[in-house]
Each structure stands twice: as C-alpha cells, then as structure tokens.
T-cell receptor, first 114, second 114 residues
Framework: AQSVTQLGSHVSVSEGALVLLRCNYS??????LFWYVQYPNQGLQLLLK??????LVKGINGFEAEFKKSETSFHLTKPSAHMSDAAEYFC????????????FGTGTRLLVSP | NAGVTQTPKFQVLKTGQSMTLQCAQD?????MYWYRQDPGMGLRLIYY???????DKGEVPNGYNVSRLNKREFSLRLESAAPSQTSVYFC?????????????FGEGSRLTVL
C-alpha cells in the first residue's frame, strides 16, 4: 500500500531564507505525487503535482518540488520565504487503486519569522 | 464559481446526538470524498464515492454513514456522535477517467462533540 512520510511536524525559517519541506513516499506502482497547502481555517489548495515527464515541477507562489525515484522523495522548496508562506503543507501520493484514494502525510507546519 | 461547498461550517453536538454534514460540488466531478483532519494525523479518508450510486469505506469509517444523493451531493451522517468524532471534516471531489488525481476541497466543517 502507498504511504507518505513527512519529516518534521514543524519547520521554522526566517523571512528570505530557503524553505525545504521533506516528503518520502512508498509506492508499488509509479506514483503521482502532490503538495497541498492549508492556510488557517481554510481547506486544502493544490500547490503542485508530479504525474509524468519532467521531474522538477513548479507550482504556485514560487514553490517547486523534484521527484527523485532513486530516493523515493518529493521534497518541496522555495528559495526565499515570505511571511505569507506560513501555513501547513501536506504531501500526498496516489493510491494503489489508481486515483481513487490519495494518501496524505501528517503535514508540516511552516513558521516564518521576520 | 463555488467549487465544493460544505455546510454547516461549525457545529457543537452533545454525545449521542445525530447530525448530517452536507457537501455539494458544481464542477461535474464523478468522485467525492469525506476526510477528517486531526492534529498530528493528517487527513484520513472516511468514505468515498467513485461515481453516483456507489460508496466505499475508507480508512476510518466506523461511526459514520454516507449518501451519494446525486452527482453533485455527498452527505456524511453521524448517527450517535462521540467525543472521538470531534474533528474538522473536509469534503473533496475530483474528475475520474483521464484525470491526474487532483482533489478539490471544501473549506471544512468544524465539529465539536461534548
């Protein structure tokens, strides 16, 4: 069965610093991978996704992620953090029954200090 | 451009009371989902409906029932609420058949069971 591990329930960075949120997955089939962002008291919004093709995926708000099959990773990065990036981020992998179920990680809360 | 709409947004129940969470989507999606979100546990799938007329259990179905009323609407019912069901509930939908698995989420329903 598919699974996702997000390392670090909280990550703190200073404004302008590099953001790195880690995600490792387990999948018995070629995965589709997603990053979602959740701002306080809101639902989840898609940040970016990897399906097939180019392994470096660019998303909204300057975020990007790289699919590394050999490392079973899909880490999320942003070169320079903004205060508005403070939110909770979830990595997800498509289920082994195709797309019927997405399996989510436990989330990483990003804190950005001035 | 409503997307996925959930009602109510907030609800307080006493143990043993029943209630129904409503969800409607206007994107003509075939599949609909109910997740619960708890601190440190990410999103866990309660039930899903791959298409109108079908429903299936997810990871944590105990204590819940669902109804896929039509293509647009998917409701979640708690027959006898328990404090362990205090959570934030999210409805989501997605395209099936040729899609990439991306889920579209509602803004959530915050339920407290006393």
């Amino acid at each position: 069965a598919q699974s996702v591990t997000q390392l670090g329930s909280h990550v703190s960075v200073s404004e302008g610093a590099l953001v790195l949120l880690r995600c490792n997955y387990s999948s018995s089939v070629p995965p589709y991978l997603f990053w979602y962002v959740q701002y306080p008291n809101q639902g989840l919004q898609l940040l970016l996704k990897y399906t097939t093709g180019a392994t470096l995926v660019k998303g909204i708000n300057g975020f990007e992620a790289e699919f590394k099959k050999s490392e079973t990773s899909f880490h999320l990065t942003k070169p320079s953090a903004h205060m508005s990036d403070a939110a909770e981020y979830f990595c997800a992998v498509s289920g082994d029954t195709g797309f019927q179920k997405l399996v989510f990680g436990t989330g990483t809360r990003l804190l950005v200090s001035p | 451009n409503a997307g996925v709409t959930q009602t109510p947004k907030f609800q307080v129940l006493k143990t043993g009371q029943s209630m129904t969470l409503q969800c409607a989507q206007d994107m003509n999606h075939n599949s609909m989902y109910w997740y619960r979100q708890d601190p440190g546990m990410g999103l866990r799938l309660i039930y899903y409906s791959a298409s109108e007329g079908t429903t299936d259990k997810g990871e944590v179905p105990n204590g819940y029932n669902v109804s896929r009323l039509n293509k647009r609407e998917f409701s979640l019912r708690l027959e006898s609420a328990a404090p362990s069901q205090t959570s934030v509930y999210f409805c989501a939908s997605r395209v099936t058949g040729g899609g990439t698995g991306e889920l579209f989420f509602g803004e959530g329903s915050r339920l407290t069971v006393l």
